[in-house]
């Protein structure tokens, strides 16, 4: 269990009185980095699972594969869950094959 405080530098909310003290976190969950594919088309390239910083929730950091780039956050079990589409239970996202020279 973390120890919370208050904080007291005027910013709103708690944080853990040790961030950097991961020791008692529980571990992250795993997931191959790469390419994924969204089950509506688009790729995607996984960089890996990070932990919010006020709840601790697993979430992936990925960025799409065209366009600008941007970073973005989807909470672990959202990444990880299938979605019914026509009646039919299929990933919402899924390893794709690493493109070629990639």
């Not at 709103?12 to 191959?32: C, E, K």
């Not at 089950?39 to 979430?59: D, I, M, N, P, Q």
Request: glycine share 8%.
């Amino acid at each position: 269990m973390l120890a919370w405080q208050k904080a007291s530098d005027g910013r709103r909310g708690d944080y853990p009185l040790s961030m950097s003290s991961s020791s008692s976190l529980p571990p992250l969950p795993t997931l191959p980095t790469g390419r994924w594919q969204h089950h509506k088309g688009a790729f995607y390239e996984v960089l890996g699972v990070v932990r919010h910083s006020e709840t601790l929730e697993a979430l992936v950091l990925y960025r799409p594969l065209v366009g600008d780039g941007t970073l973005w956050v989807r909470p672990f079990d959202m990444f990880t869950e299938s979605v019914d589409i026509q009646g039919q239970s299929i990933p919402r996202f899924k390893p794709a094959p690493q493109s070629e020279g990639a």
